[in-house]
C-alpha cells in the first residue's frame, strides 16, 4: 500500500462515532477518570449539568481515532477545548459525535489537520487540532 | 471558596513511575472502538498520567474531582509513548483566573521517561466549580 497525497485544503471524509453510558463506564475504567459526572446523574446535576456528560478525553479520543483512520502516522500533537458538554442519555442509543477534519498544512512531513466535532448540530470541541507525522514512503 | 492564586508557579511532587502496560494499551484503545496492535499508544492515552497528576493537585489543594470540568487539553510530544516505557509526570500550575464564580485553572504536565527525557508535555485548563456558587436548578 503506498502512502495517500496529503495536500492542504484536502477535506478527509467525515467520521461519526456512537457513544453510550456503557462506553462511559469503560473508558472510566481504562483511563482511571472515575469522575460521576460521567456516570451518575444525580452528581451531574447536582453540579448544574444537564446530566451525565462523556468525559472530554473520551471525546479528544475519539478525535485521536478519526484522525488515525483518515490519516496513518505518528501524532505528534494533539489538542482541543471542551466548550459544550456531549450529553449521554441513559438508553441504549446514547448519542452520535461526527469529526470532519481538514488538512491546514502539510510542511517537513507533518500534516495539520483541523477538525470540526459535533453532536446532534452543535460544536462540542473549539479547536480541535491534530499534527501528525505522515508515515510510509513519500511523505 | 475561589482558589488562592498564590498557586501559581507551584510545581506538584511527581507521580510514583508509571510503567506502561500494554494491557493498559489495548483497554484504552478498546474503550474508544479502536484495536492496539503495537507501536505507539493512542494519542491520548498519557491522559493516563496526566489526570493522575491532576488528581495529587487536587488533593493537595483540597478540590473534590466532581466540582473540575475539563476546559481544555493538549498534549505535546517529543517522542511517541509505547509499552516499556517507565514514565514519571508533574504538574505546574501556570495561571489562575476567577469567571463567572467559576476558577479557570491552567497546567503544565511534565511527563518524563526513566532517563529523564521529556517524553510529552501535557497542558490543560481546569474549571473548577466552588460548592458556594452552585445554583438550585
Known sequence: MSAPEVAAGQELP???????????????????????????????????LPGVIAHGMYTQGLLARAAAEALPGEVVEIGCKFTAPVVVPDDDEGVEVTFAGTVASVEDGLATVRFEATCGGTKVLGAPRVVVRLAGPGA | MPLDPSIVGRTYPPTAPYPVAEERVREFAAAL??????????????????????GTFLEAEGLPLHRIVHGEQRFAYERPVVPGDVLTTALTVTSVRSIGGADLVATRSEVTDAGG?????ASATLVHRPADEEGAA
Do not use: C, K, Q
Open chain 2, 117 to 121: 527525557a521529556l517524553v510529552l508535555t
Open chain 2, 33 to 54: 472502538g479502536t484495536s492496539y496492535d503495537g507501536g505507539p499508544a493512542p494519542a491520548t492515552f498519557p491522559i493516563v498520567l496526566a489526570f493522575e497528576a491532576m
Open chain 1, 14 to 48: 467525515a467520521r461519526t462515532y456512537r457513544v453510550t453510558r456503557a462506553d462511559l463506564v469503560r473508558y472510566a475504567g481504562a483511563s482511571g477518570d472515575r469522575n460521576p459526572i460521567h456516570w451518575s446523574d444525580r452528581v451531574a446535576t447536582a453540579v448544574g
